[in-house]
């Protein structure tokens, strides 16, 4: 997976947001308590997994182009709230006493935003644009943030007006998910028929 870039140049929600990174994070809810999956391959001076990787910062640059590769090990069972997290922060390079005492004012966060791995029940893959949020409130996921006629969610604030403004590249390596549409829409209709009641003979005809 591949975060590519951010157009923050005509955002108006954060005062300061130039020095930006970007971390990357799997969840399997999103309620309040949700926590990261420890899934993301990471550094030899990490360990195999983290639930946690981040991009180095792009320096006062209001739309950054990150360069990073992110692996992550998918789900054997992948369902609909299995959705990666991106987050973005503002990070402070003045270097003064006074922020290197409190983090809190090094890094700031400045928007938010997620991508579910399943569309339409098929694996994400390819190139992926979507909007950035000012925070995520409980039950985001109902918000269907790659469909076009997208359901609302009142609490959600957005960053530019809901435009798309952050892109992410997904390349799929599985054994065990196809991103091919044929071989998917054969597998759905396999599991169709095999959930159907033995009375529905017809159920042959989907494949």
Known sequence: ?????????????FPKAR???????MRDSDSENAVSLK???????????????????????????FAEEVKLALPIQIH?????????????????????????????AVGVTWLP???????????????VATS????????????QSRSSVPDIKWVDGAKQIFKVKVNVRSTVYTTDQ?????????QKLENSPMGEVNSIEFL
């Open 1 to 13: 997976m591949y975060p590519c870039n951010l157009k923050y140049e005509h955002q108006k929600s």
């Open 117 to 131: 791995l399943l569309h339409q029940g098929k694996v994400v893959n390819g190139e992926v644009s979507i909007p």
């Open 39 to 65: 899934c993301i391959y990471g550094r030899p001076e990490i360990g195999i997994f983290t639930s946690v990787s981040s991009t180095t910062v792009i320096h006062h640059s209001n739309s950054p182009d």
């Open 136 to 147: 995520l409130p409980p039950g985001y996921l109902n918000y269907k943030i790659l469909d």
């Open 80 to 108: 609909d709230r299995h959705h990666l997290v991106f987050r973005f922060y503002h990070v402070s390079c003045e270097g003064s006493k006074s922020s290197i005492k409190r983090k809190d004012n090094i890094e700031n």
């Open 182 to 190: 044929h071989l998917h829409n054969f597998f759905f209709h396999c």
């Open 19 to 25: 020095n930006i990174a970007c971390c990357i994070e």
